[in-house]
């Protein structure tokens, strides 16, 4: 996406939630969750049990109710697929994956699991392109990135979390680096470049403020995420009263 194009969704943004935007603040939002596992067999690669994708809802709701984000979830449903081609190449067949396995509204948060390659942990769809492809929206994250996974130090669940903030309308932290409008979050100190690990000290901008390393929309270790901003709270209800 374009500068220009980002720019332009702002503007849409604020014109789709224009005078609701102030009483938004105390607005709080349950959503349903379906998971969609995918994996080459029953206790085989990929299987995910029904107390990881309870104890992924739990982190999810740790983390966006310490933050005071107004969003909870709750599980609405759950299928396991054995399809070991899913499995292995869900970039390759994600239209056919969503098609068929995807459910409820614009508010409804679906959720797949599977084998990403090139050491992807996830990726989601934005709150803006549902309209436009509604069947190809949702949260795809890596089975090993589930609490208790495979994945060091990428194994408590906080995947889902962040790719869950870009299904509500948040850029990374780092997005646009230095420069101006950065995240379209004002609380979240510029960063140039991605935080690995967990760079407690870090401040990559010149900008006032050190880099939000901790903030879930970083790329730090799981157990280094801790918070979203005041600002990024107040931008997922924006872009759910716009959006979803
Ligand atoms: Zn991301």
């Known amino acids: 996406m374009s500068p220009a194009q980002a720019a332009a969704l702002e503007r849409q943004l604020d014109q789709l939630v224009g005078q609701r935007a102030s009483a938004l603040a105390t607005t ?12 080459t067999g029953k206790g ?7 107390t990881r994708i309870d104890d992924q809802i739990s982190v999810m709701n740790s983390a966006y109710g310490k933050s005071e984000t107004g969003f909870s979830f709750y599980l609405k449903g759950r299928d396991w697929t054995t399809n070991t081609a899913w499995l292995k190449a869900p ?3 994600e239209k056919q994956i969503k098609s068929k396995l995807r459910k409820g509204d614009a508010g409804t948060l679906n959720v797949y699991t599977a084998s990403l390659q090139d050491g992807l942990l996830g ?3 934005f709150p803006w392109q549902y309209k436009g492809d509604p069947a190809m929206d949702g949260v795809m994250v ?12 990428y194994n408590v669940g906080q995947s889902a979390t962040h790719e869950t903030g870009h299904w509500l309308g948040l850029y ?7 420069t101006s ?21 870090r401040d990559t ?3 006032a403020g050190k880099d939000t390393v901790h903030n879930y929309m970083d790329y730090s270790y799981d157990t280094c995420m801790t918070q979203f901003s005041k600002g990024q709270a107040s931008r997922m209800q924006k872009e759910w009263a716009a959006y979803r």
Do not use: Q
């Not at 709080?28 to 994996?39: A, E, G, N």
């Not at 890596?142 to 130090?153: M, N, Q, R, V």
């Not at 409008?181 to 000290?201: F, H, M, N, Q, W």
């Open 44 to 50: 085989k690669t990929g299987d995910v049990s029904r």
């Open 205 to 207: 901008c010149t900008a």
């Open 172 to 178: 990374h932290t780092f997005e646009g680096g230095c």
């Open 181 to 201: 409008p950065g995240d379209y979050v004002s609380d979240t100190p510029y960063e140039s470049e991605p935080a690995y690990k967990c760079p407690t000290s």
């Open 123 to 125: 990726w989601a769809t």
């Open 91 to 93: 970039d390759t067949y």
């Open 142 to 153: 890596h089975y090993g990135s589930l609490p208790g996974g495979s994945i060091t130090h």
């Open 28 to 39: 709080t939002h349950r959503v349903p969750v379906y998971f969609h596992v995918i994996r």
